[in-house]
């Protein structure tokens, strides 16, 4: 039997000692993680529900408002076009203040939904 004399026992013991202290701590942040989960999916089910303001409808959809950004202004010097997410009505499309203020789009929304300007 071939014995290898640089083995060092305490090598060994100082990896399994570490391993355990992995093992241990990913637990113990799983089983945070898992608590945390569990209260945002109770907040979540208890949270109120966004509704449309036009129609009262709860579903909504991703759209994108696109913002081109003139060579003048932009940092690469180039002219870029930026989407903003917002949320969007799946029933008569609306999209609520909220996700999408009219300071945003001023220069194509000249009038609220009254017809009354804005500014
Ligand atoms: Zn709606």
Avoid: W
């Amino acid at each position: 039997m071939q014995q290898d004399n640089k083995f060092d026992p305490e090598i060994f013991k100082q990896a399994a000692q570490a391993m355990a202290a992995n093992m241990t701590q990913a637990g113990a942040e799983k089983a945070q993680s898992d608590k945390v989960m569990t209260n945002l999916r109770e907040q979540v089910d208890t949270a109120a529900t966004i509704t449309c303001d036009d129609c009262g409808c709860h579903v909504f959809e991703n759209s994108f408002v696109l913002k081109r950004i003139s060579p003048i202004t932009s940092p690469t010097g180039e002219e870029m076009v930026v989407p903003v997410q917002i949320f969007a009505c799946t029933s008569c499309h609306g999209v609520n203040k909220e996700f999408l203020p009219a300071h945003v789009i001023s220069d194509v929304n000249k009038t609220d939904k009254n017809g009354i300007p804005t500014y």
